[in-house]
């Protein structure tokens, strides 16, 4: 079933208002032209009042002249009349047939609508001023009502429908193939790599279908320019940084070293070398594929225990120097392997940056539904305007903290590993040292 946003409501709404409209205006149009057709003209009521006129000065001259004008009218009209008072006899000594005087049950005012339902002309009744009679004849032909009433009809059957389809058809166009248009032009944007071109605000703010889509499309552009500018940058870092072992492998070389002296540095600029082409590409792909781990309940103070034994075996650092403040009830729900690799890569950034004698420890709070986990080093911190930046790539504050040889890419794929489990990753400075925090859902 189609949620209440959705563009199927507007649909149903838009037709179902077209053609009550269409229906409404039909039947309003049609009565308008029954009413107004149905009624004699101007014209027809004042050549009839003044046969009554006429009629009535012939009454009061004698049945002679009542009878002469009455011929001369009915020549002139081809139409039959008769005078009769108020209760229907006839006046002037003329007489009448019992077909005529049934017919005389069925006489209508001059001033009211005619029906259609009567075949033929109907009789129609005038009153006169003076005298209590009233002039009774067959409608002329020529004042017939209704002459233009076929044409009138039709062009309210076929006019009315048709001017409310150009407004059906603007007002959906307006609806959905504007908006599709403008999601056309987008995509061919994007073919053409004009990444800088975004929807319109009428479009990704729309509740229905057609929002949907093009927040998807916007946020796809958005991705995808986000990503080249990425790697381009990626690349450019990854050049320069690969510029300074090189340059010391071409000074070696140029330099008398021994064997030995050259295996060594050789040795060591080929593994800063490896480190740095691997962590560039596990960040890129955790950039561009952006992983869904699988996850599960992971105990972290066990997890803590295996890193800090591997971290003080290749620090040289004693245990005692990495603690730990964590509930035994202090279970995570994150990928075992991402989750690793995240608090691992935090912990040997706090080691490079902590002083002589320095120490690490990591505290857990609940929150709520969450686990927060704190690792906290004791060194100089970070200042407060690059607590963010220290997540981009090759991104290193030796000013600010001294004493590192990495690449800058451990908190670059720390950060997008716990994002890859549906938690949040940051940092702020302690006293001292830099906290980084990761808010996990609780088991």
Same mark, same amino acid.
């Given at each position: 079933?189609?949620?209440?946003?959705?563009?199927?409501?507007?649909?149903?709404?838009?037709?179902?208002?077209?053609?009550?409209?269409?229906?409404?205006?039909?039947?309003? $149009?049609?009565?308008?032209?029954?009413?107004?057709?149905?009624?004699?003209?101007?014209?027809?009521?004042?050549?009839?009042?003044?046969?009554?006129?006429?009629?009535?000065?012939?009454?009061?001259?004698?049945?002679?002249?009542?009878?002469?004008?009455?011929?001369?009218?009915?020549?002139?009209?081809?139409?039959?009349?008769?005078?009769? *008072?108020?209760?229907?006899?006839?006046?002037?000594?003329? =007489?009448?047939?019992?077909?005529?005087?049934?017919?005389? #049950? &069925?006489?209508?005012?001059?001033?009211?609508?005619?029906?259609?339902?009567?075949?033929?002309l109907p009789l129609i009744s005038i009153p006169m001023q003076?005298?209590?009679?009233?002039?009774?004849?067959?409608?002329?032909?020529?004042?017939?009502?209704?002459r233009n009433h076929a044409l009138l009809t039709a062009g309210?059957?076929?006019?009315?429908? /048709?001017?409310?389809? $150009?407004?059906?058809?603007?007002?959906?166009?307006?609806?959905? /193939?504007?908006?599709?248009?403008?999601?056309?032009?987008?995509?061919?944007? @994007?073919?053409?790599?004009?990444?800088?071109?975004?929807?319109?605000?009428?479009?990704?703010?729309?509740?229905?279908?057609?929002?949907?889509?093009?927040?998807?499309?916007?946020?796809?552009?958005?991705?995808?320019? *986000?990503?080249?500018?990425?790697?381009?940058?990626?690349?450019?870092?990854?050049?320069?940084?690969?510029?300074?072992?090189?340059?010391?492998?071409?000074?070696?070389?140029?330099?008398?070293?021994?064997?030995?002296?050259?295996?060594?540095?050789?040795?060591?600029?080929? @593994?800063?070398?490896?480190?740095?082409?691997?962590?560039?590409?596990? &960040?890129?792909?955790?950039?561009?594929?952006?992983?869904? &781990? %699988?996850?599960?309940? /992971?105990?972290?103070?066990?997890?803590? *225990?295996?890193?800090? %034994?591997?971290?003080? &075996?290749?620090?040289?650092?004693?245990?005692?120097?990495?603690?730990? =403040?964590?509930?035994?009830?202090?279970?995570?729900?994150?990928?075992?392997?991402?989750?690793?690799?995240? #608090?691992?890569?935090?912990?040997?950034?706090?080691?490079?940056?902590?002083?002589?004698?320095?120490?690490?420890?990591?505290?857990?709070?609940?929150?709520?539904?969450?686990?927060?986990?704190?690792? /906290?080093?004791?060194?100089?911190?970070?200042?407060? *305007?690059?607590?963010?930046?220290?997540?981009?790539?090759?991104?290193?504050?030796?000013?600010?903290?001294?004493?590192?040889?990495?690449?800058?890419?451990?908190?670059a794929i720390a950060r997008s590993m716990v994002l890859m489990?549906?938690?949040?990753?940051?940092?702020?400075?302690?006293?001292?040292?830099?906290?980084?925090?990761?808010?996990?859902?609780? @088991?």
């Amino acid at each position: 079933m189609p949620n209440r946003h959705s563009l199927f409501w507007r649909l149903v709404v838009l037709v179902a208002g077209f053609c009550l409209a269409m229906i409404w205006a039909s039947g309003y $149009v049609s009565r308008q032209i029954d009413r107004s057709t149905s009624y004699l003209s101007p014209e027809a009521l004042e050549v009839l009042a003044s046969y009554a006129e006429q009629a009535e000065a012939a009454l009061e001259q004698g049945p002679e002249a009542l009878a002469r004008w009455r011929e001369t009218v009915e020549a002139r009209e081809s139409s039959w009349l008769v005078i009769v *008072d108020a209760k229907l006899q006839p006046l002037g000594g003329q =007489q009448l047939s019992d077909e005529a005087r049934q017919q005389l #049950m &069925f006489v209508r005012h001059y001033a009211w609508p005619m029906s259609r339902r009567f075949q033929g002309l109907p009789l129609i009744s005038i009153p006169m001023q003076e005298a209590r009679a009233q002039l009774i004849m067959r409608l002329p032909e020529r004042f017939r009502p209704w002459r233009n009433h076929a044409l009138l009809t039709a062009g309210a059957v076929y006019l009315a429908p /048709v001017l409310l389809s $150009v407004l059906f058809c603007g007002i959906l166009y307006r609806l959905l /193939v504007s908006p599709l248009e403008a999601l056309r032009r987008q995509a061919n944007a @994007v073919r053409g790599n004009r990444l800088d071109s975004l929807l319109p605000a009428t479009i990704a703010h729309r509740s229905d279908e057609l929002g949907e889509l093009g927040r998807s499309l916007e946020y796809l552009t958005r991705r995808l320019r *986000d990503t080249i500018a990425q790697q381009q940058q990626l690349l450019r870092d990854l050049s320069h940084e690969l510029r300074t072992p090189l340059s010391r492998l071409r000074v070696a070389c140029e330099t008398p070293l021994s064997a030995e002296e050259m295996r060594q540095r050789t040795d060591r600029e080929v @593994v800063g070398m490896q480190q740095l082409v691997d962590s560039t590409l596990e &960040f890129a792909w955790l950039d561009s594929e952006q992983p869904r &781990f %699988e996850c599960e309940p /992971v105990e972290v103070a066990a997890l803590w *225990d295996v890193l800090c %034994e591997n971290a003080c &075996f290749e620090a040289g650092w004693p245990r005692e120097r990495i603690r730990a =403040q964590v509930p035994e009830d202090c279970r995570v729900l994150g990928n075992l392997n991402a989750l690793a690799q995240a #608090m691992e890569n935090i912990l040997r950034n706090a080691i490079r940056y902590s002083p002589a004698q320095g120490q690490v420890c990591l505290t857990a709070h609940r929150e709520a539904r969450h686990w927060r986990l704190s690792i /906290v080093d004791e060194g100089p911190g970070v200042p407060p *305007d690059q607590l963010g930046v220290i997540f981009h790539p090759f991104a290193r504050l030796s000013a600010a903290r001294p004493g590192g040889d990495g690449f800058g890419l451990g908190l670059a794929i720390a950060r997008s590993m716990v994002l890859m489990q549906g938690g949040e990753i940051w940092a702020e400075n302690g006293a001292p040292g830099l906290r980084m925090n990761i808010r996990l859902r609780n @088991v």
